[in-house]
T-cell receptor, first 116, second 114 residues
Framework: DARVTQTPRHKVTEMGQEVTMRCQPI?????VFWYRQTMMQGLELLAY????????DSGMPKDRFSAEMPDATLATLKIQPSEPRDSAVYFC??????????????FGSGTQLSVL | GENVEQHPSTLSVQEGDSAVIKCTYS??????FPWYKQELGKGPQLIID?????GEKKDQRIAVTLNKTAKHFSLHITETQPEDSAVYFC?????????????FGTGTRLLVSP
């Protein structure tokens, strides 16, 4: 059963530390999205990639967040330095685009981040 | 840009009753409307979706209706069961531009009591 895999599932860190979250999209999918979920803001789009190229990261604080896709099987979201306000659940989602009808997005189980 | 509003924020029903969740969107060019179910500790899971060229779609106990004129769409769950308890999110996506940038509603927490 194909699924999006995210690691770690939980991360507790201290303010100022670097945090790296990883995502393995579904094999064959060519788009990857990073979402952040909080009680106050709901699901916010941070960044997305198509064919490993970043197409939109306007939702991401540029000074501390960075997103990359080193290869087709790995996407990373990095926060450096982390702050308590970054505490949230971070979801990765993947999909297949290229023609109308390929809109379905599939989410991973998320990384719950707590910055103390 | 697109803005999606979702109501109610919480919904409590008795097992066997029907549940309806409603969403409105702002961009008349939006053409794809998925619904996601999120259980505790898990990521959102796609349960049903509808495109703008269709007015209604049904899959067993769940159905989605779309009114393009009024720019609203609804999720209907019939014969609810305790395992339907979760948070449900609607979403809307603008006219196809080669990527699936979805704007989500704020979620509805559904509680089905036995």
């Amino acid at each position: 059963d194909a699924r999006v895999t995210q690691t770690p599932r939980h991360k507790v860190t201290e303010m100022g530390q670097e945090v790296t979250m990883r995502c393995q999209p579904i094999l064959g999918h060519n788009t990857v999205f990073w979402y952040r979920q909080t009680m106050m803001q709901g699901l916010e789009l941070l960044a997305y990639f198509r064919n490993r190229a970043p197409l939109d990261d306007s939702g991401m604080p540029k000074d501390r967040f960075s997103a990359e896709m080193p290869d087709a099987t790995l996407a990373t979201l990095k926060i450096q330095p982390s702050e308590p306000r970054d505490s949230a659940v971070y979801f990765c989602a993947s999909g297949q685009t290229g023609q109308p009808g390929d809109e379905k997005l599939f989410f991973g189980s998320g990384t719950q981040l707590s910055v103390l | 840009g697109e803005n999606v509003e979702q109501h109610p924020s919480t919904l409590s029903v008795q097992e066997g009753d029907s549940a309806v969740i409603k969403c409105t969107y702002s961009d008349s060019a939006s053409n794809y409307f998925p619904w996601y179910k999120q259980e505790l500790g898990k990521g959102p899971q796609l349960i049903i979706d509808i495109r703008s060229n269709v007015g209604e779609k049904k899959d067993q106990r769940i159905a989605v209706t779309l009114n393009k004129t009024a720019k609203h769409f609804s999720l209907h769950i019939t014969e609810t069961q305790p395992e339907d308890s979760a948070v449900y999110f609607c979403a809307a996506r603008g006219r196809y531009t080669g990527f699936q940038k979805l704007v989500f509603g704020t979620g509805t927490r559904l509680l089905v009591s036995p």
